[in-house]
């Protein structure tokens, strides 16, 4: 009878840490979604503190400048046991963001933001992709970090790029 009552208790405990692992993955996955979010957000502040911040919290210097993904947890984990994940490759990393015009909501049209290499070499030092292309839906063309910001007469930010080995 106590052997009965083991072997119930192994299975159960088996089961659970079955179910736990995917959870555990997805909630990471989350977490990490997050973090990279955060450091989007800081980007688009120019806020080379928060920048660096996001960085140390573990934030991917080569995630995409996705929209908010709104499905709730228990979506997420649906979608990761069947194997699916957001579309990323048409999405502006955050070197790239850092470099591209940005609309202004309140008087229309766009801007572009001030240069600010220590931002850029934040970037950068964590292993930021400097070759990564982003297709301009407005233009059609592809531009690269170093296109952007020769197109915007960025200086600092080229030499920046040059060091770190583009092409």
């Not at 979010?37 to 502040?45: D, M, S």
């Not at 995409?64 to 957001?86: E, K, N, S, V």
């Given at each position: 009878m106590k052997r009965r009552g083991s072997v119930g208790l192994v299975m159960l405990l088996l089961v659970g840490g079955l179910l736990a692992i995917p959870v555990w993955l997805t909630y990471r996955a989350v977490q990490q979604?997050?973090?990279?979010?955060?450091?989007?957000?800081?980007?688009?502040?120019?806020d080379t503190a928060g920048v660096i911040a996001a960085l140390k919290e573990g934030a991917a210097p080569n995630d995409?400048?996705?929209?908010?993904?709104?499905?709730?947890?228990?979506?997420?984990?649906?979608?990761?046991?069947?194997?699916?994940?957001?579309r990323t490759e048409e999405a502006p990393t955050a070197l790239l963001v850092a470099l591209m015009p940005?609309?202004?909501?309140?008087?229309?049209?766009?801007?572009?933001?001030?240069?600010?290499?220590?931002?850029i070499q934040a970037l950068l030092n964590k292993g930021t992709e400097v070759n990564v292309l982003y297709q301009n839906k407005v233009s059609g063309w592809r531009d690269s970090p170093l296109i952007l910001a020769t197109?915007?007469?960025k200086r600092a930010t080229i030499k920046l790029l040059l060091e770190y080995g583009p092409m």
């Open positions: 979604e997050k973090a990279n979010a955060a450091l989007i957000a800081e980007v688009k502040k120019n995409r400048a996705l929209p908010p993904d709104t499905h709730p947890f228990w979506q997420h984990l649906w979608d990761a046991l069947r194997g699916r994940h957001r940005r609309s202004d909501l309140v008087h229309g049209g766009s801007f572009l933001p001030p240069e600010n290499p220590a931002l197109t915007y007469n």
